[in-house]
């Protein structure tokens, strides 16, 4: 794990103009805040980025424009917070996936289980498909990504070799990226499709990468 340590302490804090100007320390502004976030979800959820603007935020909340500036510098700062936030999310599953490791015997169940719990980490498919969006927009978020990116390829790349030692290096880390971007494509598949066809598409997914895991892990089949 000292790689996976050594990738997490060289994450880059957010540029001045993407931080948030204050966190709150009163139940009041806790709340302002976030009403704010929530708002800066449903508005990018409905409309996209390019429609999104710090008033339509700060009516959606129920505040004044001068209170979102108390928090944050500008809408980008707001997004720049949610794509924080999502990459959160996703640390917390494999903060969990951690603590099964130890006790897991058999790696269908624990990728499976792992595999489900990521794709519903809180965040709804068509936010996660503006955030997405968002990158084409924001170079700061495309290097937020790029610096989890690199974080959850090697932790899954130790996932793999914790069941398969023996898989060369570079065979394991191109799985563990084939695993991790699953997520992105169902992502924009839920918002295309609805069930039953939605859930089509996640078994169908689910059972093609345990296949390629089956060859990663236990050798080609005959």
């Known amino acids: 794990m000292d790689r996976v340590d050594a990738i997490m302490r060289a994450q880059p804090n957010p540029p001045a103009h993407l931080k948030k100007r204050r966190d709150p320390h009163q139940d009041r502004s806790h709340d302002a805040l976030q009403r704010i976030l929530q708002a800066a979800t449903n508005l990018l959820s409905e409309h996209g980025i390019e429609k999104l603007t710090t008033r339509a935020i700060a009516q959606q909340a129920g505040v004044n424009v001068s209170t979102l500036y108390q928090f944050f510098p500008n809408k980008h700062a707001i997004v720049y917070t ?3 936030d999502w990459n ?3 640390k917390r599953v ?3 996936a951690d603590q099964r490791l130890c006790k897991a015997t058999d790696w269908r169940i624990f990728f499976k289980d792992f595999l489900i719990e990521y794709e519903n980490v809180g965040f709804s498919a068509k936010l996660e498909s503006r955030l997405i969006q968002a990158m084409g927009v924001y170079t700061e978020l495309r290097q937020l990504d790029q610096n989890y990116t690199r974080w959850a390829n090697a932790k899954m790349t130790d996932y793999i070799h914790h069941f398969a030692p023996n898989c060369p290096k570079d ?5 563990a990226s084939v695993l991790l971007e699953w997520n992105a494509s169902l992502a924009t598949q839920e918002v295309t499709h609805t069930d039953p066809v939605q859930d089509h598409i996640i078994d169908m997914t689910h059972t093609a990468l345990l296949h390629l895991l089956q060859d990663c892990i236990e050798g080609p089949s005959t």
Not at 171 to 175: E, K
């Open 94 to 96: 494999f903060s969990r």
């Open 82 to 84: 949610l794509y924080e």
């Open 171 to 175: 065979r394991a880390t191109a799985m």
């Open 88 to 90: 959160t999310a996703g």
